[in-house]
């Protein structure tokens, strides 16, 4: 006989069991973590207050990376902190997903027994049915499927940001880079149909958002697995015909697979925004060679070069990996010499770490830490002053300020709050005394009054302040009202949104 288990299952009268999810790695992990938190609040539980410590919540969930070298010690001393809580709490649940667990399966209970549940990359929704397994049978559970189970974007979702969301148009990547381990972990690149994409677009716009990100690990190979290579620029187009969405974006592109289609759809689609990352990863030929990019750097210089012709103020970000094996001086020279090249807005800088599993990680000329950490420390400094001459040219520019569900930690110090513009800059901005105060997901424009070389600043006058009002800052009023069971001027009785977008997290990089 098969036993059905409830996964909302509690006893009676007692309080409600809540829940927090710690994210570590990419943006498909923090999208991941959108649909777990979803998945918990559908069986039942409720998020704990976001400045709660770990290990407050009764479940504790890890969605974990593997890319860095020091993604499982990592993991294990979060881990090492919980276990006395749990001795202290026999109640509390603890459960590990994501690619570490994807990667290392039966070793986290090993080396940490107290684990309860263990979940992979393809089998996310499983896990409210595990934690209710683990409960009810008194012993750990762990599942790792090698293939997916059910796409993602057909799992609830936890909405937080009621004007900005995630939106999966593939899973998975065929390529095969030799410092990569994501392929193994997340399978090959299987794409939605672009029907089900737009349907969750306009659900999502109907609720109150008005921008999107097109996620994928390789977003201009969609439509590889219905035989369109002009799908991706075909769903940017059809993402301008969505009326209410006001900005699309899109992460991450292949530079061996970005085609003109692509560009010139970004260029003719108004809510397409005017902000590329296009990863480099290395500027020397020999080294990309090697890592299995394949595209050298003249194509690369070649595809910023049409992209700042037809929007030539595209704001253009990067991935670099210093220290990769045999990576020499001259070539590392050929990484200065690209990046100077780019001009950069902005680059996330990584020192190699070798990943089990990877063929790069067997390669006899590893480059010697102290080698790689003084070549890290060269690019940094590069980088830092592209990006700040860059940002200097914003400045006394007028730009357009999507602003932030939160304010920043140096909010009540500077009386500043934050957002986006629309090439993604990061804007810190003041309202001018007598102005009215934009709520998260309204737009604001302003001047750019001062620029450092990670942010813009504007502290406009009155005149030169203006604030819109828009559809995300209604449904964030209409979220602060709900909670406080106080009705909302023009808001449907009864109704609810859709539960799509993204959540509260807490981030770990």
């Known amino acids: 006989m098969t036993t059905t288990l409830d996964p909302a299952a509690q006893p009676t009268g007692q309080p409600q069991r809540t829940y927090q999810v710690n994210t570590f790695g990419c943006q498909m992990n923090v999208h991941d973590s959108e649909r777990i938190s979803g998945l918990l609040e559908e069986a039942g539980l409720a998020a704990v207050a976001p400045e709660a410590g770990e290990g407050e919540a009764d479940v504790v969930v890890f969605n974990t990376c593997a890319v860095r070298e020091n993604a499982d010690n990592k993991l294990y ?13 026999p109640g509390l649940q603890i459960a590990v997903g994501g690619c570490l667990a994807q990667k290392d399966r039966d070793t986290i209970l090993q080396r940490a027994p107290w684990v309860d549940v263990v979940f992979g990359t393809h089998n996310v929704g499983a896990l409210p049915v595990l934690l209710e397994r683990a409960r009810h049978n008194a012993e750990a559970q762990i599942e790792i499927l090698d293939a997916l189970d059910v796409f993602p974007s057909s799992l609830p979702t936890k909405r937080e940001s009621h004007a900005s969301a995630w939106v999966s148009i593939s899973v998975g990547c065929n390529n095969t880079c030799t410092f990569c381990i994501v392929p193994s972990l997340r399978g090959k690149e299987k794409d939605r149909r672009p029907g ?12 109150g958002a008005i921008e999107v990100t097109l996620l994928g690990q390789n977003v201009n190979s969609y439509g590889v697995e219905f035989g369109d290579r002009q799908a991706f620029s075909k769903l940017l187009r059809a993402c301008g015909e969505i009326e209410g969405l006001e900005r ?7 530079p061996a697979m970005f085609t003109d289609d692509v560009i010139e759809a970004m260029a003719e689609t108004p809510n397409v925004m005017p902000q590329l990352h296009m990863p480099l990863q290395s500027g020397s030929d020999k080294v990309l060679k090697e890592m299995r990019r394949s595209y050298r750097s003249t194509k690369f210089l070649g595809i910023l070069e049409k992209v700042r012709e037809r929007m030539p103020h595209a704001a253009i970000s990067t991935d670099l990996i210093v220290g990769f094996p045999g990576e020499t001086e001259e070539d590392f020279q050929e990484t200065l010499r690209v990046v100077e090249a780019s001009r950069f807005s902005t680059a996330f800088t990584f020192q190699y770490s070798p990943r ?4 790069a990680a067997t390669y006899e000329e590893q480059v010697p830490k102290a080698v790689v950490q003084e070549r890290f420390e060269r690019l940094v400094e590069l980088q830092d002053r592209m990006a700040r001459e860059e940002n200097a040219k914003q400045l006394g520019a007028t730009v357009e300020v999507l602003v932030a569900d939160s304010s920043g930690r140096k909010a009540e110090e500077t009386g500043r709050l934050k957002g986006r513009a629309r090439d993604q800059r990061l804007v810190h901005f003041s309202v001018p005394a007598g102005s009215p105060v934009p709520r998260p997901g309204d737009v604001v424009t302003v001047p750019v009054t001062e620029v450092g070389s990670f942010h813009l600043v504007s502290d406009p006058t009155p005149e030169q302040y203006t604030l819109r009002a828009t559809r995300a800052g209604d449904a964030w009023d209409r979220t602060q009202a709900e909670s406080c069971g106080v009705p909302t001027p023009g808001a449907a009785s009864g109704s609810k949104g859709v539960s799509l977008g993204l959540p509260t997290l807490r981030v770990g990089l």
């Open 77 to 89: 001393g979060h881990l090492g902190l919980l276990k006395q809580e749990k001795r202290r709490r």
């Open 196 to 207: 089900d994409i737009l349907a969750e677009i306009q659900a999502l716009v109907d609720d």
């Open 248 to 254: 699309v974006r899109f992460t991450s592109p292949h």
């Open 356 to 359: 089990p599993g990877t063929p």
